[in-house]
C-alpha cells in the first residue's frame, strides 16, 4: 500500500511559478508510473503529466513546454515544476502512483490558484 502527500501547491500571480512535490510512504522505484493530474470547479479530472519508470514522459498539451515532471527515488518524492502560470491552470492537483498490477493510488490533493 502506498500513501501520497502533495504539497506545494498556494496562490501566484499569472506568469509565476510553483513546485509540487508528492511524497509517497513507499517505494516509487518500484512503481510503473508516477503521475500529477487536475480537477477545476466542475470538471473532470484529466492528467497534467505522468512519468513512466522507463524514463519516459507525457504531458498534457496545455502544459507542455511550461510544466516538468521529475522524481527523486531516493527520496520517494515526485515533483512538477510548473512555470508561466495562467489563470486556467487554477485546479486541485492530485499525485497518482500506478502500479505493475494497474492499480493506482491517489494523494489528497493540493489547491493551486492563479490569479493577480
Known amino acids: 500500500q502506498v500513501q501520497l502527500v502533495e504539497s506545494g501547491g498556494g496562490l501566484v500571480q499569472p506568469g509565476g511559478s510553483l513546485r509540487l512535490s508528492c511524497a509517497a510512504s513507499?517505494?516509487?522505484?518500484?512503481?510503473?508510473?508516477m503521475g500529477w493530474y487536475r480537477q477545476a470547479p466542475g470538471k473532470q479530472r484529466d492528467l497534467v503529466a505522468i512519468?513512466?519508470?522507463?524514463?519516459?514522459?507525457n504531458y498534457a498539451g496545455s502544459v507542455k513546454g511550461r510544466f516538468t515532471i521529475s522524481r527523486d527515488n531516493a527520496k520517494n518524492t515526485v515533483y512538477l515544476q510548473m512555470n508561466n502560470l495562467k489563470p486556467e491552470d487554477t485546479a486541485v492537483y492530485y499525485c497518482?502512483?500506478?502500479?505493475?498490477?494497474?492499480?493506482?493510488?491517489w494523494g489528497q490533493g493540493t489547491q493551486v490558484t492563479v490569479s493577480s
Open positions: 497518482n502512483a500506478q502500479d505493475w498490477s494497474y492499480k493506482e493510488y
Open positions: 513507499g517505494s516509487i522505484g518500484s512503481m510503473y508510473a
Open positions: 512519468r513512466r519508470s522507463s524514463g519516459s514522459t
